[in-house]
Nanobody
Framework: QVQLVESGGGLVQPGGSLRLSCAASGRILGIYYMAWYRQAPGKQRELVASITRDDSTNYVDSVKGRFTISRDNAKNTLYLQMNSLKPEDTAVYYC?????????????WGQGTQVTVSS
């Protein structure tokens, strides 16, 4: 079974940048939606950014203008470039990939990567 492996998290000062990556262990056919979610302590998991098969992107208001979602289909990799980071961006970030193949829907989740924004 294909697994998603996230990397790029860590500790960064306010105003800094990080680039998260989410690599699939194998090829996933029929991808129609890819996204990043995050979950802060004591809060529900929230959708941060998404990108569809036709490259339509969507962002939660709190990250618009600061985060950019992108993908590399050849490498089966999803990215999240995070700039001008704020303490409130601190959370565990998860990648999510959804595919549809032969009328069956598949949902994949990564294990999460910690992002901490603090001085």
């Amino acid at each position: 079974q294909v697994q998603l492996v996230e990397s790029g998290g860590g500790l960064v000062q306010p105003g800094g940048s990080l680039r998260l990556s989410c690599a699939a262990s194998g090829r996933i056919l029929g991808i129609y939606y890819m996204a990043w979610y995050r979950q802060a302590p004591g809060k529900q998991r929230e959708l941060v950014a998404s990108i569809t098969r036709d490259d339509s992107t969507n962002y939660v208001d709190s990250v618009k203008g600061r985060f950019t979602i992108s993908r590399d289909n050849a490498k089966n990799t999803l990215y999240l470039q995070m700039n001008s980071l704020k303490p409130e961006d601190t959370a565990v970030y998860y990648c999510n990939i959804r595919s549809l193949l032969q009328s069956r829907s598949y949902i994949y989740w990564g294990q999460g990567t910690q992002v901490t924004v603090s001085s």
